[in-house]
T-cell receptor, first 111, second 115 residues
């Protein structure tokens, strides 16, 4: 059973601080990794995608991938109250046929 | 990013009736679309993979006769919940990707309430 694991949280971070979200996956052959943000009652929206080891930065967001450790993370700098949401880690499996989602980490940014 | 549209956004129906949800890719062709279900405070659960021109692939535990999927064109997939019961009440979300190994784009979701 291919799995994607996330800490469910809630993770509480003060406004302006860095929020760090972590994810591990079991399928060593996975090649594509994604972070989605989901507000309550809404469908997920793509935040970041990463395909190779290292860091990828986009504005206040940085995705980090370590395939050897089967670990992917998302850093949010200068956290804003609007960042409060559930963040879903997603991994395309080695067969490339489907994307598997973690259970999500609920992030709360406190003013 | 690519646009996926889902309709209706919410629907209320009586127990025993059938409900159809449409998923359209507006600016790309999608040979494959995915249907997810999400219960409150839970993660997305993949129900089935919709394949254009062929039968859908259902995940283990999902009743194919209850959740009928049709993918008749490269831009439209439909999910029909047949003989709906209150336990089918959930948030149903479709998704698609333009191809290759890129990211999924999600529709707005359809909230189904079965009375």
């Amino acid at each position: 059973q291919k799995e994607v694991e996330q800490n469910s949280g809630p993770l509480s971070v003060p406004e302006g601080a860095i929020a760090s979200l972590n994810c591990t996956y079991s399928d060593r052959g996975s090649q594509s990794f994604f972070w989605y943000r989901q507000y309550s009652g809404k469908s997920p929206e793509l935040i970041m995608s990463i395909y190779s080891n290292g860091d990828k930065e986009d504005g206040r967001f940085t995705a980090q991938l370590n395939k050897a450790s089967q670990y992917v993370s998302l850093l949010i700098r200068d956290s804003q109250p609007s960042d409060s949401a559930t963040y879903l880690c997603a991994v395309r499996d080695s067969s490339a046929s489907k994307i598997i989602f973690g259970s999500g980490t609920r992030l709360s940014i406190r003013p | 990013g690519a646009v996926v549209s889902q309709h209706p956004s919410w629907v209320i129906c009586k127990s025993g009736t059938s409900v159809k949800i449409e998923c359209r890719s507006l600016d790309f062709q999608a040979t494959t679309m995915f249907w997810y279900r999400q219960f409150p405070k839970q993660s997305l659960m993949l129900m089935a993979t919709s394949n254009e021109g062929s039968k859908a692939t259902y995940e283990q535990g999902v009743e194919k006769d209850k959740f009928l999927i049709n993918h008749a064109s490269l831009t439209l997939s439909t999910l029909t919940v047949t003989s709906a019961h209150p336990e089918d009440s959930s948030f149903y979300i479709c998704s698609a990707h333009p191809g290759g190994v890129g990211e999924l784009f999600f529709g707005e979701g359809s909230r189904l309430t079965v009375l």
